[in-house]
Nanobody, 124 residues
């Protein structure tokens, strides 16, 4: 499956952004679709995921209460809605597809396909 992330940009603290991840060559409901972010010099951090079976959503600590991930099967696209953005949310955001077990849904190594990333910059 090929993934194309979009929707990043430069926003002020407190603003919202919605990232999109369009899939081709595979259906989003056949994979667990994850969102990760990365800043230079740090490891890729789990943000959120929606499971292939049942479409259940899971969130990393930084995303709980502020982010919502969803999928549109008809459009073969997943979304990450981010609210109340903070400067520390500044990162490159990636979408990924895989079949991780639930206990390891936050592990980047268990996702097989990755999008190219979209930059999110939050100014104070």
């Amino acid at each position: 499956v090929q993934l194309q992330a979009s929707g990043g940009g430069l926003v002020q603290a407190g603003a919202s952004l919605r990232l999109s991840c369009a899939a081709s060559g595979g259906a989003v409901n056949m994979y667990t679709m994850g969102w990760f972010r990365q800043v230079p010099g740090k490891e890729r951090e789990f943000v959120a995921a929606v499971t292939w079976s049942g479409g259940r959503s899971y969130y990393g600590d930084s995303a709980k209460g502020r982010c919502t991930t969803s999928r549109d099967i008809a459009r073969n696209t997943v979304y990450l809605q981010m609210n109340s953005l903070k400067p520390e949310d500044t990162a490159v955001y990636f979408c990924a597809a895989g079949r991780p077990v639930l206990s390891a849904i936050n592990m980047p190594s268990l996702y097989n396909s990755w999008g190219q990333g979209t930059q999110v910059t939050v100014s104070s």
